[in-house]
C-alpha cells in the first residue's frame, strides 16, 4: 500500500520560510519521480517543483530562486524548502510519487502567508 505523508506547514509571516517534507512507503522511492503541488482555494492544483530519479529538477516560474526541492533517497523523504514565502503561496500542498507509472498522492499540508 502506497503512503505518502507530508508535514512541515504551517502559518508565517510574508518573507519567512518553511519547509515541507514528503515521507513515502509502499514503493520503491530511488525509482519514482517526486513532486510537489499546490492548490489555492477556488483554483486548480498546480506543480510547483518536481525531482526525477537522477535528481534533475524543474519550478515552476513563480517559484524559481525562492524554493528548493530535494530527495533523499535513504530515507524515502522528498523536501521543500520554501524562501521569501508570498501571500500568494498560501495553499494546500501535495506530495505526488510516480512510481511504475502509477500516480500516487499525499492528504496535503496547509501553508498559510500572512502580508
Known amino acids: 500500500q502506497v503512503e505518502l505523508v507530508e508535514s512541515g506547514g504551517g502559518l508565517v509571516q510574508a518573507g519567512g520560510s518553511l519547509r515541507l517534507s514528503c515521507a513515502a512507503s509502499?514503493?520503491?522511492?530511488?525509482?519514482?519521480?517526486m513532486g510537489w503541488y499546490r492548490q489555492a482555494p477556488g483554483k486548480q492544483r498546480e506543480s510547483v517543483a518536481s525531482i526525477t530519479t537522477r535528481h534533475n529538477t524543474n519550478y515552476a516560474d513563480s517559484v524559481k530562486g525562492r524554493f528548493t526541492i530535494s530527495r533523499d533517497n535513504a530515507k524515502n523523504t522528498v523536501a521543500l524548502q520554501m524562501n521569501s514565502l508570498e501571500p500568494e503561496d498560501t495553499a494546500v500542498y501535495y506530495c505526488?510519487?510516480?512510481?511504475?507509472?502509477?500516480?500516487?498522492w499525499g492528504q496535503g499540508t496547509q501553508v498559510s502567508v500572512t502580508s
Open positions: 509502499g514503493i520503491i522511492f530511488r525509482i519514482s519521480n
Open positions: 505526488k510519487a510516480t512510481y511504475l507509472n502509477g500516480d500516487y
